[in-house]
């Protein structure tokens, strides 16, 4: 029984290279004809910079997150320096200008 199972599954991976090998199958006629006849050119120019709108308005919205999240992280270390700030002396102090 083992060695039927072994057999069937040899010869099922021996098909599948053979199919992964072999040259795609043609395009039908009325398939290429339906595909380049569907969008128009000007059609094809007005998704072209829709696309660009969309991903320049992505990028926009990105940079303004990010920017908004490097301000948060700036706001919690300037309260933690100003919640430590009693614990060293001033630059000045060190320095002898005051």
């Known amino acids: 029984m083992a060695r039927f199972e072994a057999a069937t599954s040899a010869i ?3 098909a ?20 380049s006849s569907d969008i128009s050119p000007s059609m094809t120019m ?3 910079v829709q696309l660009e709108q969309d991903t320049d308005t992505n990028k926009q ?3 303004r997150d ?3 999240q490097r301000l948060k992280e700036l706001r919690e ?12 002396e001033s630059a000045e102090v060190l320095t002898g200008l005051q």
Not at 27 to 34: G, H, R, Y
């Open 66 to 68: 990010h920017q908004i």
């Open 12 to 14: 099922g991976e021996v």
């Open 77 to 88: 270390l300037a309260t933690k320096l100003l919640e430590d700030d009693w614990q060293y």
């Open 61 to 63: 919205n990105i940079k």
């Open 46 to 48: 007005i998704y072209k």
């Open 16 to 35: 599948f290279k053979k199919a992964l090998f072999q040259s795609p199958l043609p395009v039908p006629e009325s398939a290429k004809a339906a595909s």
